[in-house]
């Protein structure tokens, strides 16, 4: 992990940051990069204490080691999520495979960073959650039918982006924030091809390039979600492009 950080300041106001991890010089180390970017961090080894400082002091994110003693960081997740707390979650994990990844997203987290890491990537992604947490949307939904409260449709699919909330006909989909923020570009854009870097800069703010499996493991999972048996697959892989959302 590269400790040097960038010049910039998130936002104009310090957001502020819990971190948990259990190895006291990734710790350390993340702490000072992530103050030194302008972030105001409380740092923790464990989950207990993760969960404990959570209820005293509700931080704008939290970065979890997925691999901790006692409370690792996906109960810690789990456990935030059954109360009702939809703080932005970036999970830490030295699991590569893809079913370890999809285990954060099924405990709830937002997002992931594979270690070993380069810290510009934890910053990356930190302020990608961030700025949907502030609501902001640059999509125009250009062919996706507008709905007269201010939802969108398209393939079947509904959502209303200021209640964070989507289904597909009746069903409601229960969604993290990254799933719907990339199910909503999907539906805004739909019949169009979106290419991989125009999605990793839509959502994530930041393109990891060629060898990142981080989208396809999101697209999967959110296949997963939306897709019902019987029915054909809403969202397409274009095949060295990127991804299409459309009714074949």
């Not at 990356?124 to 949307?137: E, I, K």
């Not at 019949?191 to 990142?212: E, K, N, Q």
């Not at 396809?216 to 990127?242: C, F, M, N, Q, W």
Request: glycine share 8%; hydrophobic share 40%.
């Amino acid at each position: 992990m590269s400790p040097t950080a960038a010049s910039a300041t998130p936002r104009a106001a310090s957001p502020t940051v819990l971190l948990a991890e259990d190895d006291r010089a990734i710790r350390h180390a993340l702490e000072r990069a992530l103050t030194l970017e302008g972030y105001e961090v409380t740092a923790v080894a464990d989950g207990v204490e993760a969960i404990a400082q959570a209820h005293r002091s509700a931080p704008d994110i939290l970065v979890l080691d997925v691999m901790m003693p006692g409370i690792d960081g996906l109960q810690v997740c789990r456990v935030l999520r059954a109360e009702g707390d939809r703080t932005p979650i970036l999970m830490l994990t030295a699991l590569v495979e893809t079913p370890d990844r999809i285990a954060g997203l099924d405990a709830g987290a937002d997002d992931y960073v594979v270690k070993p890491f380069d810290v510009d990537e934890v910053f990356a992604r930190l302020r990608a959650l961030l700025r949907r947490t502030d609501g902001a949307s640059s999509d125009d939904g250009r062919d996706a039918s507008p709905e007269p409260d201010g939802q969108v449709a398209a393939a079947g699919l509904r959502m209303d982006p200021q209640a964070r909330r989507a289904w597909r006909g009746e069903r409601e989909l229960e969604l993290t924030r990254t799933e719907f923020d990339l199910l909503e570009l999907l539906v805004r854009n739909a019949g169009i091809v979106l290419d991989h870097a125009t999605i990793y800069d839509r959502i994530w703010g930041y393109d990891f390039g060629p060898g990142s499996k981080n989208l396809a493991v999101y697209v999967g999972y959110l296949r997963r979600k939306v897709d019902e048996p019987g029915a054909a697959s809403l969202i397409h892989t274009v095949r060295g492009v990127g991804y299409v959302l459309r009714e074949d």
